[in-house]
C-alpha cells in the first residue's frame, strides 16, 4: 500500500471504529467501558466483564486493531474493483453488511464468547445500523484518497 492508503486506513480505522464503540454503548444501554470489556471478553471469556482499566484498555486495542483491518480490507479491495470507490455509498452500505455478518456470526462465534448473537428486532436494526455507518466512513474514507491521488496526478502532468 502507498501512504495515501495507509493513512486512509489509519484515519477510518480510528473514526469508524471510536465510533462504533460510542454506538455499542447506546444501543445496548451500557457504558463504553463495559463495550470495551465485551470486546476483550472476546480473548479473555466472561471473565474480561468484571476487570478493570487494564482489561478496558485491551478491548480498545482490540477494537481498533480490528478496526484497521476491516478498513485495510476496503481499501485493498477497492484497488482491484474501483467501482468501490466511484459508488462509494453502495459500496460502503454493502461493506457494511459483511462486516455486520462476519463480525456476528463468524467472529463472535469463534472467539471466547463462542456463542451466535441474539438479537431483538430492534437490536438487529440498531446493529446493522451502526455496521452500516462503519462501512459507509471506510468507503468515503476511501473515496477521499482516491480524490486527493487523482488531484495529485492531475497537478503533476500540467
Known sequence: MNR?????VI???FVAGTLDIGA????NLVSPGRV???IAGGLLGKEALAGGALV???GLVLQWAMSLLIAGVYVIASRWFPVMRRSWVVGGLCYGVVIFLVM???VVPLSAWARFPSFTATTFIANLIAMLVFGLIV????RIKDSKLLASRTDAVR
Do not use: P
Open 56 to 58: 478496558a484498555l485491551l
Open 24 to 27: 455499542a454503548a447506546l444501543i
Open 11 to 13: 484515519v477510518a480505522g
Open 36 to 38: 470495551l470489556r465485551f
Open 139 to 142: 468507503a468515503f474514507s476511501a
Open 4 to 8: 495515501a492508503e495507509w493513512v486512509t
Open 104 to 106: 456476528n456470526y463468524v
